[in-house]
């Protein structure tokens, strides 16, 4: 199972940067011929430029970036961060782990 996952993780990786691509492609083209507005007829649908926003991860040192903007105090900062870090949910499970050989 856990090499048909990695192959099948590796096949998505692929599959989304192809689609990336792709989407990149005809979105130049749509832009460059003045068609941004139209829809493109496809076999089951059609494709339609749009806007999406994308969010970037919320890390620890983005919450930090933040704090630093609106606490002056640099302690209390750290106290806020250690807060977070240390009163997270922590579920324990037990799992199978493979190692693959070298």
Do not use: W
Request: proline residues 1%; hydrophobic residues 30%.
């Amino acid at each position: 199972m856990d090499t048909q996952l990695k192959m099948i993780n590796e096949k998505t990786k692929d599959m989304r940067d192809a689609k990336h691509t792709s989407a990149a492609l005809i979105c130049e083209y749509m832009k460059s011929n003045g068609i941004q507005d139209k829809k493109i007829e496809i076999h089951d649908g059609d494709l339609k430029i749009y806007e999406k926003k994308e969010y970037s991860p919320l890390t620890y040192s983005y919450i930090e970036e933040c704090l630093d903007k609106i606490i002056t105090n640099k302690s209390q900062v750290e106290y806020i961060l250690k807060f977070l870090k240390e009163n997270r949910e922590i579920k324990t499970v037990q799992d199978i782990r493979r190692n693959f050989k070298k």
